[in-house]
């Protein structure tokens, strides 16, 4: 397996595309996805356009669909709901399929929509996503962060630092930044990982290290990261505290089609 860490969609190879690609937009699209299916969604299908959004779901009878569409991080006028997991509960999504726009976290998965398996991930389903990884052994793997209009963010880069961390093995999370690669080093030793890894970016390494440095306050990282000061801002500190939170799901959401995520069985 070739595991590499992306920071925003913009960093990503335009003349390639991965076996398998993971979306991650911490604060918080990928978080509300993961639970919108985890409370009983029938689908989620996502739009970087909220008016193709409105012109799609209107096409769906009122009863089975909710709108849920965000930009800088408030909720937009006309949609049912904005971009918070605490809205996703069973009473409200059941049976129902969610058409969502998000700020970052729509676009990246329209970035690598085209992968041969696109997946989400964000903290609270972290488990489920290595768990898949480990079991299917796709041969490369990009994790892309979501970011903020196209710049770095921090709850992205932590949570693909403990996807890798998870995935790579914890017993071996003293890994040095410059250990050698099998697959560019020929007289190098195996790497001593848990998962056949054979190359990895530089990236990988640095979200491993900010994941190691912030594991025990993931919730103080958010705090400081500037998104998680926006949504501070905009009253949505219970959303920071929801999204920090490592393992709670044991959901997987999975492109089925282009757009369309439905939960992995």
Same mark, same amino acid.
């Given at each position: 397996m070739k595991l590499f860490v992306y920071h925003t969609p913009e960093q990503t190879p335009t003349d390639s595309v991965p076996d398998c690609a993971i979306a991650v937009d911490v604060l918080r699209a990928t978080t509300t996805m993961a639970t919108a299916l985890d409370a009983g969604a029938e689908a989620v299908q996502v739009f970087s356009d909220i008016d193709l959004l409105m012109q799609v779901s209107a096409e769906w009878p009122p009863e089975k669909r909710l709108r849920a569409g965000e930009r800088g991080g408030a909720k937009v006028e006309d949609c049912d709901l904005g971009n918070s997991p605490l809205d996703c509960t069973p009473a409200v999504v059941q049976g129902r399929r969610l058409f969502i726009s998000t700020t970052n976290g729509t676009r990246a998965l329209q970035r690598i929509q085209k992968a041969k398996v696109v997946?989400?991930?964000?903290?609270?389903?972290?488990?489920?996503?290595?768990? %898949?990884?480990?079991?299917?052994?796709?041969e490369t793997v990009w994790i892309v962060g979501s970011g903020w209009q196209g710049s770095y963010s921090l709850e992205d880069t932590v949570c693909a630092g403990a996807i890798a961390q998870n995935l790579l093995g914890a017993k071996h999370s003293g890994l040095g930044l410059l250990s050698p690669l099998s697959s560019s080093c020929p007289n190098a030793s195996p790497l001593?990982? &848990?998962?056949?890894? &054979?190359?990895?970016?530089?990236?990988?390494?640095?979200?491993?290290?900010? %994941?190691r440095q912030w594991q025990e306050q993931l919730l103080e990282l958010m705090q400081q990261a500037s998104h998680g000061k926006r949504l501070i801002?905009?009253?949505? %500190?219970?959303?920071?505290? %929801?999204?920090?939170?490592?393992d709670i799901l044991n959901v997987l959401p999975i492109q089925r089609e282009p757009g369309v995520l439905v939960k992995h069985q």
């Amino acid at each position: 397996m070739k595991l590499f860490v992306y920071h925003t969609p913009e960093q990503t190879p335009t003349d390639s595309v991965p076996d398998c690609a993971i979306a991650v937009d911490v604060l918080r699209a990928t978080t509300t996805m993961a639970t919108a299916l985890d409370a009983g969604a029938e689908a989620v299908q996502v739009f970087s356009d909220i008016d193709l959004l409105m012109q799609v779901s209107a096409e769906w009878p009122p009863e089975k669909r909710l709108r849920a569409g965000e930009r800088g991080g408030a909720k937009v006028e006309d949609c049912d709901l904005g971009n918070s997991p605490l809205d996703c509960t069973p009473a409200v999504v059941q049976g129902r399929r969610l058409f969502i726009s998000t700020t970052n976290g729509t676009r990246a998965l329209q970035r690598i929509q085209k992968a041969k398996v696109v997946l989400t991930a964000a903290l609270i389903n972290r488990q489920a996503l290595v768990q %898949y990884l480990m079991t299917h052994q796709p041969e490369t793997v990009w994790i892309v962060g979501s970011g903020w209009q196209g710049s770095y963010s921090l709850e992205d880069t932590v949570c693909a630092g403990a996807i890798a961390q998870n995935l790579l093995g914890a017993k071996h999370s003293g890994l040095g930044l410059l250990s050698p690669l099998s697959s560019s080093c020929p007289n190098a030793s195996p790497l001593p990982w &848990s998962a056949p890894i &054979s190359e990895v970016n530089d990236e990988v390494h640095a979200a491993i290290a900010l %994941y190691r440095q912030w594991q025990e306050q993931l919730l103080e990282l958010m705090q400081q990261a500037s998104h998680g000061k926006r949504l501070i801002g905009l009253n949505c %500190y219970e959303d920071l505290k %929801y999204c920090a939170q490592l393992d709670i799901l044991n959901v997987l959401p999975i492109q089925r089609e282009p757009g369309v995520l439905v939960k992995h069985q």
